[in-house]
């Protein structure tokens, strides 16, 4: 990086904040929700003092009040390689591949998000990015229509364009450059409330798919949601109520456990928000467009393979007794349900250790920072307290609780049919890059901790 050059993540920060800024103003509710989540945040590390002494000891605490995600839905994959030359310029790079036709919604995802642990800690933004499937309209003539009508719009300012080549010719931009870049590129995120479609078009697609309409009828892929990180999201939801927002029936994700794990999401409700429709005579007819809501997170630990497979057992054991309906008329019965399941899910952090259940970066305590051995066997090393384990963040998603999320959001009538068909080649393909496997990445940073804790105890046994 040349020294007048700012650093990605300096880049990635101040598009967060701009776009969070922006956001506030277009949906004033995701103003609220912040005031709350920072209430029970504040109030949950009161009442948690060894919580808030470890996210302190680990760097955690910090990131946690300016810790965001945001999701697009793009149309094309002239869209989503441009895009990934966009979040490359701010320091983010696609990991994890999704494939939501499982779920009803006819897109595959990745999340775009910085991957060293410093960047991570200066700031954790992450954007959920889909790629519309055309192919899975079964409409042939709406899905040229489709096709015809993304082919014409361009979501990138030119100075957007020039700023990404610029960077990627330079290695960087200056404080000027970025500043601007930070201005173009909020653009292609910023709501539009004039459709690209007249309104017999808008049904159409409506009627396919309420997402398909969402993503093709206007000039960008609008960010649809931001979300803030809480500690405690069932006090969030029970407090949503108080706020005058309506959360959705159930939060999606795992049960509450004392040792959170992966990812819990909840919403509230999508706007109705008024747009116009241009028709034949060239004139503008008022209608009406629902996709923008607001979303909360809580964060747990990033689990294994192993955990993962069964976290996934669990998840699919307990939908098997009771499917969370839409209305939220069975809200209790599939929450009772899912805590049955995962019962059988170890809720002590040594207990997942022990187990191979989940990620954990190692550090030194003090009794170790002052102790010598080249003994390398981390459990004995542990067991003598001279290395100490704190869970790695899960910084990825849930391709069913985003659907859920969708769905939620999308109406109660939104839920289709598509035949499952993953295609992590051709998502790929279109991106333009490979995408970075989550595990191979966790496990790469418990390595290195447990590698370095094992260099400084055998320097001091060397010192010595």
């Keep these: 990086m040349k020294p007048d050059h700012v650093s990605t993540s300096d880049i990635r920060s101040a598009f967060s904040a701009a776009m969070s800024a922006m956001y506030r103003e277009e949906v004033p509710a995701y103003g609220t929700l912040m005031e709350l989540v920072a209430r029970v945040n504040n109030e949950t590390l009161a009442a948690q003092p060894k919580l808030k002494e470890r996210l302190e000891a680990t760097d955690y605490l910090d990131r946690i009040s300016e810790e965001r995600h945001g999701a697009i839905r793009l149309g094309t994959a002239a869209e989503l390689a441009m895009m990934a030359r966009v979040f490359a310029v701010m320091g983010m790079y696609p990991v994890g591949y999704y494939d939501l036709s499982t779920a009803g919604v006819p897109v595959h995802s990745t999340a775009f998000r910085p991957i060293g642990d410093a960047e991570l800690k200066r700031n954790p933004f992450r954007v959920f990015t889909s790629l519309l499937r055309l192919d899975l309209i079964a409409d042939e003539d709406l899905r040229k229509a489709a096709a015809d009508i993304l082919a014409k719009r361009r979501i990138f300012t030119d100075g957007a364009v020039a700023l990404t080549e610029k960077a990627e010719r330079d290695g960087g931009l200056t404080m000027a450059d970025a500043?601007?870049?930070?201005?173009?590129?909020?653009?292609?995120?910023?709501?539009?409330?004039?459709?690209?479609?007249d309104a017999g078009m808008y049904h159409r697609l409506h009627d396919a798919h309420r997402l398909i309409a969402d993503v093709v009828s206007f000039k960008g892929p609008h960010i649809n949601h931001l979300t803030p990180r809480t500690l405690d999201i069932d006090q969030v939801q029970a407090l949503m109520p108080d706020y005058d927002i309506a959360p959705k029936a159930v939060v999606e994700g795992p049960p509450t456990r004392a040792c959170p794990i992966l990812l819990r999401q909840t919403s509230f409700k999508a706007l109705e928000e008024p747009v116009s429709f241009r028709n034949a005579d060239g004139v503008w007819e008022a209608g009406s467009h629902t996709a923008r809501f607001g979303e909360i997170e809580q964060r747990g630990i990033a689990l294994t393979p192993k955990g993962r497979a069964l976290y996934d057992k669990l998840l699919d054991q307990s939908r098997k007794v009771v499917s969370p309906a839409a209305d939220g008329s069975n809200a209790?019965?599939?929450?009772?349900?899912?805590?049955?399941?995962?019962?059988?899910?170890?809720?002590?952090?040594?207990?997942?250790?022990?187990?191979?259940?989940?990620?954990f970066t190692y550090s030194l305590t003090a009794k170790g920072q002052t102790a010598a051995t080249s003994h390398a066997d981390i459990d004995a090393l542990i067991d003598q307290g001279l290395v100490q384990f704190d869970p790695i963040v899960y910084e990825d998603f849930l391709p069913v609780s985003a659907a859920g999320i969708f769905q939620s959001n999308l109406g109660d009538g939104a839920q289709q049919d598509f035949v499952a068909s993953p295609n992590q080649q051709r998502f790929e393909a279109d991106l333009g890059m490979k995408v970075l496997n989550e595990f191979d990445h966790y496990a790469g940073i418990e390595q290195a901790s447990i590698d370095a804790c094992l260099r400084a105890l055998s320097k001091q046994d060397a010192a010595e």
């Excluded at 870049?181 to 690209?196: G, I």
């Excluded at 209790?332 to 989940?358: H, K, N, T, V």
């Design 179 to 197: 500043s601007r870049f930070v201005d173009e590129v909020l653009e292609t995120f910023r709501w539009h409330d004039e459709a690209n479609v």
């Design 332 to 359: 209790r019965d599939y929450e009772a349900a899912l805590a049955q399941s995962f019962a059988e899910f170890p809720d002590d952090w040594p207990a997942i250790r022990a187990e191979g259940l989940g990620y």
